[in-house]
């Protein structure tokens, strides 16, 4: 079911056969996790307590690489919490230290602290009974553990993400790393951006441009940027609470790149409309058949027709 795959930055990493896709971009895996999620947070990483909502843990590349930079970027004391998802419990069995082995490679990379995470996550899950099918607190633990300067508190939560309970939950950072767009989607749709997007404090980010999840965050009222793409020719996206954002900090957001307007005008297309789950309870294919109702009994326009009038296009 999985298979190791060696990426172009020298770091690893799997393909998954039941998805038919790999866990990250071939054209580095390592640095994929840094330039989509980790260097568009550099401002939120200056607090001193950062907790983070972390979708689909798969190798942990998003967690470890947060852990090295923010300990590289600062020599103050920090504190870290993870909230990591996982619903592939097989998935922690094929998790060993050879799969990490040339992410040394990569600057920024810290093999030992790996092993010593791994041993530590595999003794707990060895000490517990996850059950299947269960989605409550029964299957979720945390494990503490220190990376230099950081300490962390790292909370597990086993089963489908959209079963579990967010109303206690409050995140800085929400790293929504799922499978793609098609293949995922119950990951995608505008109920479950709804839900982990309630409880989020500040930055969203995602790697998916496809122009129903553009309007599903567009319609949640977070400020859409875009982050430049690589491995991909689209590019990936930061989305920002930018009220509460400004209100905690000094900072001029000018920085980032907000989403071409030519994309505000797309979303208003038969080809925006969003997917929608509301019990949390479709699967890809039912979630997709509901949207073909949708889109058939829509009065918006074409999204070719859209592009016609529209005189700037997008690169
Ligand atoms: C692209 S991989 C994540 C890569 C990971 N963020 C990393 O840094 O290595 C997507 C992950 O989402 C998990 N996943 C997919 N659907 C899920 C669901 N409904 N609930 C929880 N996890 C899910 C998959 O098992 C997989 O490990």
């Excluded at 843990?57 to 300990?71: D, E, K, Q, R, V």
């Excluded at 950081?150 to 909370?155: E, F, L, Q, T």
């Excluded at 058949?289 to 529209?310: A, D, G, P, Q, Y």
Aim: net charge positive; with cysteine; aromatic share 18%.
């Amino acid at each position: 079911m999985y298979k190791k795959i060696k990426t172009n930055d020298g770091s690893y990493t799997l393909y998954n056969s039941k998805f038919d896709e790999n866990y990250h971009s071939i054209s580095g895996a390592v640095q994929e996790s840094y330039h989509k999620f980790i260097f568009p947070c550099k401002i939120l990483f200056s607090k001193q307590k950062i907790s983070i909502l972390d979708i689909g843990f798969g190798l942990g590349l998003n967690c470890f690489c947060t852990l090295f930079y923010i300990s590289k970027i600062s020599t103050e004391k920090k504190k870290v919490i993870f909230y990591s998802f996982e619903n592939d419990i097989d998935l922690f069995n094929n998790l060993n230290e050879e799969l990490y082995l040339n992410n040394d490679k990569n600057d920024n990379f810290d093999l030992s602290f790996i092993e010593f995470f791994l041993s530590k996550l595999k003794n707990k899950l060895n000490d517990i009974n996850i059950k299947n099918n269960i989605n409550d607190d029964e299957n979720s633990f945390y494990i503490e553990y220190s990376y230099q300067n950081i300490d962390v508190k790292h909370y597990f939560f086993i089963g489908d993400v959209r079963k579990f309970n967010f109303e206690n939950l409050n995140y800085d950072i929400c790293y929504h790393d799922p499978f793609s767009f098609h293949n995922n989607l119950e990951l995608w749709t505008y109920d479950f951006l709804k839900k982990i997007i309630k409880n989020l404090n500040f930055f969203f980010l995602t790697y998916s441009f496809s122009l129903p999840f553009l309007n599903s965050v567009n319609n949640l009222k977070l400020d859409l940027f875009e982050i430049d793409p690589i491995g991909r020719k689209t590019p990936s996206i930061l989305a920002i609470k930018k009220s509460n954002f400004l209100n905690c900090f000094k900072f001029n957001l000018s920085v980032y790149k907000p989403l071409n307007d030519i994309y505000y005008k797309y979303l208003k297309s038969k080809s925006a409309i969003c997917y929608f789950d509301k019990k949390f309870d479709l699967n890809n294919d039912q979630i997709k058949e509901n949207r073909v109702e949708l889109v058939s009994n829509s009065n918006l326009e074409s999204l070719s027709k859209i592009k016609k009038t529209c005189k700037l296009s997008p690169k």
